[in-house]
């Protein structure tokens, strides 16, 4: 259809209207002349639906709808031009009927890879969905069932809350960590909301939680009367044996996208911008072939976050990294012992293990120095890093690795300096 | 067995309804939301019942203390608090003349608006209660009723 007006005798196009819209309703509502001609620019089906008889339709709605405390009425010029921002918003006939499509495409499930939709007419609202997060996820649910956005009762549950300084003992400002930052993949990638319960996420959890997921067993008790621990919820006789009289702390946890590095608890900062812009600085730098090292100012060089190894705190023994890497227990890594330690370190994950050796073995073939990947990963760059998340994912970097030495003594030149390294450099190692 | 029947029947009816009625209370906002909603009406209320007189700041203060959580499981599954502390406060500081009028009227605006927080924290919680409630009473039913006829099927052969 055609909307064409008069104007100085000639007929002035004015716009289209796709299939599946209407016309026609400015007069019915506000009494006023019809101000505007409509043709059909096709071949067209349309309906009838006369004045009186649609007025009698409102009326019998506000009829029904009586009893529910309503707005008040906008005048005829505010339901005009409401209406005609709604045609002006419709590029197709889909529009017109598709804004709950809209809101679902808007919360990003067309980019999604993992997606949580509730149906908010059938949920009874028990938790028991972020029960079970927990109980996949080593007590820690990444979900907030009730945050989120809601359309025509479709609820789309919104990622944890962000990090906050007071979640990483005082040691991360505020200030790092922008909005923004939670919307990037390890990789720099853009991420989407939905994806972001996977992000990086502290919460109020006590300081034995992956623990007290192995202890969490959710009770026949739990099953048939509702009471005792459930789902994901470690008994309180063993959170008491635990804490004592201790309150829970709050803690950065690991998440999906990181629980594979075994060599620092990198719960946090990893999607940093200020990282992401480093780690893309030194990959230019490397393109180039320059000589370039980063200096102080750099948030590359200063990495705050816990486990990143700030130089301003180069002897604290890094939190949540297991005891025999800390270089405190005495221990010294030996590049023949080196695979018996990456077993007993991810035992239990055999297929964090399987890749572990399936590492081992790369750099054994394309450095000899390297043959122990702990005291490699000790200074292994923010780019490795993500270059070795390729690997777990079943990418093959050796192809990079081999002949590409210069290459990576460049990383080494440009990567952070982890923490690790001045530990086992304090010790000999 | 009626029992069990008539229970189930509830939680048909029930499961089919409030969680609607759930979703429409809420409004996007979640129990913890709310919750600090009334505290933040709360924070208000403190300062801005500063300049009132002793007798109208009693009712307040008694409003600040209440826990939006009391009240036991029947005002719970009900929804009914005749003893709302805010409740009262606004009753008596409508009626009351003794303080500034500008600094009543905004205590008294306040005190609506946690009254409104109150009202839809408490409504969640009622839905929730209903719809919780259905599981303790019709699940031990259903087994007590399972092992009576279990009892019942075997003393029969018992007895055959």
């Known amino acids: 259809m055609v909307v064409e007006k008069d104007i100085g005798g000639k007929p002035i196009f004015l716009r289209y209207l796709p299939a599946g819209s209407f016309f026609g309703e400015m007069a019915v509502l506000s009494g006023a002349p019809r101000n505007a001609t409509v043709k059909a620019a096709v071949a067209s089906e349309v309906i009838r639906l006369k004045g009186e008889q649609f007025k009698a339709m409102l009326g019998a709605s506000g009829r029904r709808c ?47 890879t993992d997606a949580l939709l509730i149906d908010e007419n059938l949920c009874v609202g028990c938790d028991n969905c972020e029960k079970a997060c927990a109980d996949s996820h080593e007590g820690l649910s990444r979900l907030d069932r009730e945050a989120g956005k809601t359309f025509a009762h479709l609820h789309v549950p919104d990622e944890l809350p962000p990090l906050r300084a007071s979640a990483l003992h005082g040691r991360l400002p505020a200030e790092r960590h922008p909005p923004r930052s939670r919307r990037r993949s390890v990789h720099g990638a853009r991420l989407h909301r939905l994806r972001q319960l996977h992000a990086q996420l502290p919460l109020w959890r006590d300081p034995h939680g992956s623990r007290a997921a192995a202890e969490s067993r959710a009770s026949l008790r739990w099953l048939l009367t509702g009471f005792g621990p459930g789902l994901g919820e470690p008994s309180p006789k063993w959170t008491k044996k635990q804490l004592g009289d201790e309150k829970p702390k709050k803690i950065a946890v690991k998440c999906d996208m990181c629980k594979a590095y075994r060599a620092a608890p990198r719960a946090c900062g990893r999607a940093r911008p200020a990282r992401r812009s480093a780690s893309r600085r030194r990959s230019s730098c490397r393109s180039r072939g320059s000589k370039r090292t980063p200096t102080d100012g750099e948030p590359v060089s200063a990495p ?44 239990g994950r055999r297929d964090a293990a399987a890749q572990w050796r399936q590492l081992v073995r790369l750099y054994a073939r394309h450095d000899r120095r390297g043959a122990d990947p702990l005291a490699h990963r000790a200074r292994l760059s923010q780019a490795q890093d993500d270059q070795r998340s390729l690997v777990l994912e079943g990418v093959d970097v050796g192809a990079r690795l081999s002949g590409s030495e210069p290459d990576r003594r460049r990383y080494l030149a440009h990567g952070v300096p982890a923490r690790l390294e001045r530990a086992h450099a304090s010790h000999g190692c | 067995m009626m029992l069990v029947i008539l229970s189930g029947l509830y939680g048909v009816i029930v499961y089919a309804t409030l969680p609607q009625a759930l979703s ?75 303080s500034d009028g500008g600094a009543r009227e905004k205590v008294v605006g306040l005190l609506k608006q946690k009254q409104a927080a109150l009202r839809r924290l408490r409504q969640h919680l009622r839905i929730r209660g209903l719809l919780e409630i259905w599981l303790y009473v019709h699940v031990p039913l259903t087994f007590a009723l399972i092992a009576a006829l279990s009892a019942h099927i075997i003393s029969v052969f018992f007895y055959w």
């Open chain 2, 24 to 98: 429409n209370n809420r409004e996007q906002m979640t129990q913890m939301q709310m919750l600090e909603a009334i505290r933040a009406f709360d924070r208000q209320l403190h300062s801005a019942a500063q300049p009132l007189t002793a007798a109208d700041t009693a009712p307040v203060l008694a409003a600040l203390d209440e826990d939006p959580f009391a009240g036991g499981i029947g005002a719970r599954l009900s929804g009914r608090y005749p003893d709302c502390a805010t409740a009262a406060a606004l009753r008596t500081l409508s009626l009351s003349n003794g």
């Open chain 1, 66 to 112: 009586a009893r529910r405390p309503r707005p008040r009425s906008p005048n005829a010029p505010q339901m005009n031009s409401f209406i005609e921002s709604r045609k002006a918003s419709y590029s197709c006939a889909v529009d017109l009927y598709s804004d709950t499509a809209s809101f679902i495409m808007k919360e990003g499930l067309g980019e999604a």
């Open chain 1, 304 to 347: 705050p976050v816990e486990g990143h190894a700030g130089r301003a705190r180069p002897r604290a023994a890094p939190r949540g990294l297991p005891a025999v890497m800390r270089g405190s227990a005495g221990r010294r890594f030996r590049a023949g012992s080196a695979c018996s330690i990456i077993v007993e370190l991810c035992a």
